[in-house]
């Protein structure tokens, strides 16, 4: 089956247009091992160093069933990196999704008409015709899908499950056929059913946030440094299934309301949302701290940090923000920090 890629720094792509279209969506994920040599003819080094190992895959080895790519505007490199793709690139279908910053009904209007327009071109270059059925379809097994995820990442609170293997599996979900997908959560959940809670005394609970972290080796690193991550906000995590979609009346709306109701990205108006739903995950999931992880130049998570470390003093819950540079012997170099804040919390 033919893919389609996905460019997001967040979860923003309307997956359920791409499925209804007979694709496979195919979200983009980095590789820290590798340095982004080509990528940097294109863009400066002090820019993301996560969207510019996406670039570096992307022109280096490009999976040959991905057909098309769909780059959403989640923050301002997906927007302006954009256009470097393209020149790059040279894929016959390429898109930029226009998701809002905001989310009021101006801006649902806006998603609205971007949303068909995505439709219209899938429908023009691939000389298919995506049907309302089709559409309606798709939600129902994305929101199976997301049904699914949500029991698992309870585990995880239960100490089933760890923050890595979760990690993992919503990576692959993003990746994989969604008829696959389903397949896998559905056997996962069997198999956590039978397992016992590893030892809760040896790990801090933590709830992590920040940039979207997609190197599920960094969350085993901080595991062996003693936290378990009980619950997240982040795109590889919670904000891509929170919410379902709505199954009645017209689907597209439907898809558009959900992107601009789930729990806000830090690249999105107003930013500082953001403390109202970690407070809430902070406080429903009893975590010993909070873990603010920005990638190297990642600017929209470091404007909040100052922000939410004063939120989180206010209420008393430990609190620890670090950059990370793409890159796996530089995570090493963090050691004492988390090992320090593990002891404090
Ligand atoms: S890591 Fe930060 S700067 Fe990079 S794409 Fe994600 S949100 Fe944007």
């Keep these: 089956m033919k893919k389609i890629g996905i460019f997001d720094s967040g979860v923003d792509t309307p997956e359920e247009i791409i499925i209804a279209a007979g694709f496979i969506p195919y979200r983009f994920f980095g590789d820290p091992t590798i340095e982004p040599n080509k990528a940097n003819e294109h863009i400066p080094p002090t820019h993301c160093v996560w969207t510019r190992n996406l670039l570096e895959l992307a022109i280096t080895y490009l999976d040959k069933d991905i057909v098309g790519i769909i780059a959403t505007h989640g923050c301002d490199r997906t927007n302006r990196e954009f256009d470097i793709w393209r020149e790059c690139l040279k894929l016959d279908f390429m898109y930029f999704l226009n998701s809002p910053r905001k989310r009021d009904n101006t801006a649902l209007k806006f998603f609205i ?24 379809e798709a939600i129902k097994k994305t929101n199976k899908i997301r049904k699914l995820l949500r029991e698992i990442s309870e585990y995880r609170n239960k100490m089933i499950i760890t ?100 729990p806000i990205h830090a690249t999105k108006f107003p930013s500082y949302q953001r403390f109202e739903v970690l407070k809430k995950l902070a406080t429903e999931y009893n975590v010993d701290g909070v873990i603010n992880i920005a990638q190297k130049f990642c600017e929209p998570v470091l404007y909040d940090h100052p922000y939410l470390r004063q939120k989180f003093k206010e209420l008393e819950i430990p609190y620890m923000f670090t950059e990370v540079t793409y890159n796996r012997e530089a995570y090493k170099q963090l050691s004492t920090r988390f090992s320090a804040f593990a002891e404090m919390i």
Excluded at 121 to 134: C, G, M, R, W
Excluded at 188 to 204: G, T, V
Excluded at 205 to 220: A, M, N, P, V, W
């Design 163 to 262: 923050g890595s293997e979760f990690h993992g599996l919503v990576k692959d979900v993003q990746k994989l056929n969604k008829d696959d997908a389903l397949e896998i959560l559905k056997a996962k959940l069997e198999n956590l059913k039978e397992r016992q809670p590893f030892s809760k005394k040896d790990y801090k609970r933590i709830l992590l946030t920040g940039s979207d972290l997609d190197d599920t080796e960094f969350i085993r690193y901080i595991e062996s440094l003693g936290f378990q991550v009980v619950i997240d906000d982040l795109g590889i995590g919670t904000k891509y299934f929170t919410n379902d979609i709505e199954e009645n009346g017209n689907p597209i709306e439907s898809i558009a309301k959900y992107h601009l109701n789930k």
């Design 113 to 136: 008409n971007d949303i068909n327009e995505f439709i219209i071109q899938l429908e023009d270059h691939f000389k298919i015709k995506i049907t309302e059925n089709d559409l309606k």
